[in-house]
């Protein structure tokens, strides 16, 4: 069940209180730290996020992430898309709680009484999303006009050892 558009804020104890869910989409230009990253700001991310209480009763955020981004690529120069995309959880505590007893499969969001920054959540999940070298996969980079791929002969691969250099010196 989806309760509107994805808030910018969000109150996660009240929202999972009454266990909210939202879905929808973003435009990737309205993330302004990911757009720097990006060689164009088209396409959108789809966002789920659902509000909770766990067993023990905490506050839980579950978020999904999906996006197609345009990078350059580092082998030939070129756009590449690339999907990102994650799962993740979240447990919201209060700070300096002890969390030594939550469950290992929440990331833990210490969040006083301030509303939690939906944005730069969703923002940040998707830098940690990107690649760090971004390239297209094996053999499918462009290379320029008139690039021809060099042939190299055995007595080129010979002479491409940096170590012959070694070989002279002990000789008598």
Not at 97 to 119: K, N, R
Not at 133 to 161: A, F, I, Q, T, W
């Amino acid at each position: 069940m989806s309760n509107g558009p994805i808030p910018l804020q969000a109150d996660p104890r009240r929202f999972a209180d009454r266990a909210l869910t939202f879905t929808g989409v973003w435009p990737v230009s309205s993330l302004s730290r990911l757009v720097e990253l990006l060689v164009d700001p088209d396409g959108e991310v789809q966002i789920s996020l659902s509000f909770s209480r766990d067993e023990q009763k905490l506050p839980v955020v579950e978020m999904t992430l999906s996006a197609q981004v345009n990078m350059l690529c580092q082998r030939c120069l070129d756009k590449v898309c690339l999907p990102v995309s994650g799962k993740y959880g979240y447990a919201v505590v209060r700070p300096g709680s002890d969390t030594s007893l939550l469950p290992d499969a929440y990331d833990i969001i210490e969040l006083g009484d301030e509303p939690l920054d939906v944005q730069t959540l969703v923002e940040e999940e998707l830098l940690l999303c990107l690649p760090i070298v971004p390239r297209h996969p094996e053999g499918e980079c462009k290379h320029p006009e008139g690039y021809v791929e060099p042939e190299l002969s055995g007595e080129d691969v010979k002479n491409s050892n940096p170590f012959s250099v070694l070989a002279q010196l002990r000789k008598p």
